[in-house]
């Protein structure tokens, strides 16, 4: 199956700061990527979609102030998280998604990323 | 709007049989997943659904009816190693998960 990354695996940073967390297909073009957050115990909440080459569409209830998603190229997205607070502290999934294909599994998802907010 | 539901905890034993549930409500339907999560991890893909019916892989299976917005993950011969979450997630254009179903199994 195609293959995503994310780096870093996990990061802790100083309230205040911003963190940027990348994620890459690596075996295929991703003309479509999603983020997803997820708080302990709880399921993962869809934040953001970004199509190659255009603005994300944000969520419901997530400030696209804060939470600035970059998708330049076929096999690259960013999140960088502004202003990063204690509340923010989470784990940050993405997920990539091909063109061109119907299979069940067009949707391949990251190992995540670990922010925690000091 | 978007609902799907599950519950959110269950317990089974070492070797019996398990059933977990969803039921969904979402404006547009492209396929059901479930998804396996152990604490800490990313999910990973256990099953796919689009047609009404049963899909057996292995120890597990996976059932959908359309008509009623229903669902169920089936685990038998239950292990140790299968204590974890279980995501229910529909996809209409994106992929929204459940709150997703914590198993616990007892030896």
């Known amino acids: 199956g195609a293959v995503v990354s994310q780096h870093p695996s996990w990061v802790i940073c100083k309230s205040g700061t911003s963190v940027k967390i990348e994620c890459r297909s690596l075996?295929?073009?991703?003309?479509?990527m999603f983020w997803y957050r997820q708080f302990p115990k709880q399921s993962l909440m869809l934040m953001a979609t970004?199509?190659?080459?255009?603005?994300?569409?944000?969520e419901q209830g997530v400030e696209k102030d804060k939470f600035l998603i970059n998708h330049a190229s076929l096999t690259l997205s960013t999140l960088t998280v502004t202003s990063a607070h204690p509340e923010d502290s989470s784990f940050y999934i993405c997920s990539a998604r091909g063109s061109g294909t119907h299979a069940y599994n067009e949707q391949f998802f990251g190992p995540g990323t670990r922010l925690t907010v000091l | 709007g978007q609902n799907i539901d599950q519950p959110t905890e269950m317990t089974a034993t070492e070797g019996a049989i398990v059933q977990i549930n969803c039921t969904y409500q979402?404006?547009?339907?492209?396929?059901l997943f479930w998804y396996q999560q152990h604490a800490g991890e990313a999910p990973t893909f256990l099953s796919y659904?689009?047609?009404?019916g049963l899909e057996e892989k292995g120890r597990f299976s996976s059932f959908l009816s359309r008509s009623k917005g229903y669902s169920y993950l089936l685990l038998k011969e239950l292990q140790m190693k299968d204590s974890a979450s279980y995501l229910c997630a529909v996809r209409d254009d994106k992929i929204i998960f459940g709150k997703g179903t914590r198993l616990h199994i007892l030896p």
């Open positions: 970004s199509n190659e080459g255009s603005k994300a569409t944000y």
């Open positions: 979402t404006s547009g339907f492209n396929g």
């Open positions: 075996d295929f073009q991703a003309t479509t």
């Open positions: 659904n689009v047609l009404d």
